[in-house]
Structure formats: structure tokens, C-alpha cells
């Protein structure tokens, strides 16, 4: 609907967001599976340079996996980390929503007149 670069850039942000959600509560549920490598979801310093270059749509969300130390089991995944991940998700993920939701607001506000 929406295709101007802040619009696109949010959407796409958004999208990134949950999917570095997904992949921590992947990471979350396989807390006591042995062998289990947690994954990473970065996305950020793509969506800065695809901005830059005017296309925030092109921004790649890299998945790649914990170099963080194994615990006995060999799992590395850390609910520390996964629970402080998930919540500076959620608070970026309600931060970009409401921009968008206000964005949706002000051409709510123009079309009505």
C-alpha cells in the first residue's frame, strides 16, 4: 500500500523483528536439547546501508548460528541472553508498530479532511 522509504523501512524492520523473535524462542525451546547451537538473527547494519542506498526493501536478515560456549551438554543456548533478547525485541517491535500506526494515523487524518 504504503511504498515511500520510511513506510517500506518500518515493514521491513518489523518483519526482521519477528523474525530474530521466532528464532529466539526456537532457541528458548530447545533450552535442554543436547547439541542444540542457538541461532542469531542481525539484520540492522543491512537495513542501515539498503536505507542509504533508497532501497530498504533489499535488506537481508542474516540467521547464523552462536559461537557462544557449549555447556556440557553441548547446547550453548543461555535463557539469560534468549529472555533479554526477547524483551529489547518486543520493546523495538512496539517502538516501530506505533510509528507505523501513527504514519497510518496521518493519512487517516488527511483523506478525512
Known sequence: ML???ASVTLSTALSALAARQRVSANNIANLETPNF???QVSFEDNLRRAVEAGEPAQAAVTL???TAP???NGNNVSLDTETLIDQKTALQYRLLSGAMSSKF???DTVLKG
Open 3 to 5: 511504498n515511500d522509504v
Open 37 to 39: 547451537r542457538a541461532g
Open 64 to 66: 547464523t548460528t552462536s
Open 70 to 72: 557449549a555447556g556440557i
Open 105 to 107: 494515523g496521518l493519512i
